[in-house]
Nanobody
Framework: QVQLVESGGGLVQPGGSLRLSCAAS????????MNWYRQAPGKQRELVAT???????NYADSVKGRFTISRDNAKNTVYLQMNSLKFEDTAVYYC?????????WGQGTQVTVSS
């Protein structure tokens, strides 16, 4: 069955960096667009970054220039490199893909930016 497992979250100081990973299984990873979403307390879940099968990327305006999404098809893994982190980046980050009309989500990984 389709499974997405995130890792790499944690506590980081403002201006610091983290790299999130999402390991995928149960489908042909290289054939699907992959996404990162995040949800902060009391806020709507928002799309942070997207990477297509060809490697094209898109980012939310709030993270442009600071975050980079990438994928390693040989490892069935998508990454989110987060630099210059701000308090506003604090959220649970989720890996996402849509397959045959169904949305698949990872369990989420907590990122906390704090002094």
């Amino acid at each position: 069955q389709v499974q997405l497992v995130e890792s790499g979250g944690g506590l980081v100081q403002p201006g610091g960096s983290l790299r999130l990973s999402c390991a995928a299984s149960g489908f042909t990873f290289s054939s699907y667009t992959m996404n990162w979403y995040r949800q902060a307390p009391g806020k709507q879940r928002e799309l942070v970054a997207t990477i297509t099968t060809s490697g094209s990327t898109n980012y939310a305006d709030s993270v442009k220039g600071r975050f980079t999404i990438s994928r390693d098809n040989a490892k069935n893994t998508v990454y989110l490199q987060m630099n210059s982190l701000k308090f506003e980046d604090t959220a649970v980050y989720y890996c996402h893909s849509r397959r045959r009309g169904t949305d698949y989500w990872g369990q989420g990984t907590q990122v906390t930016v704090s002094s």
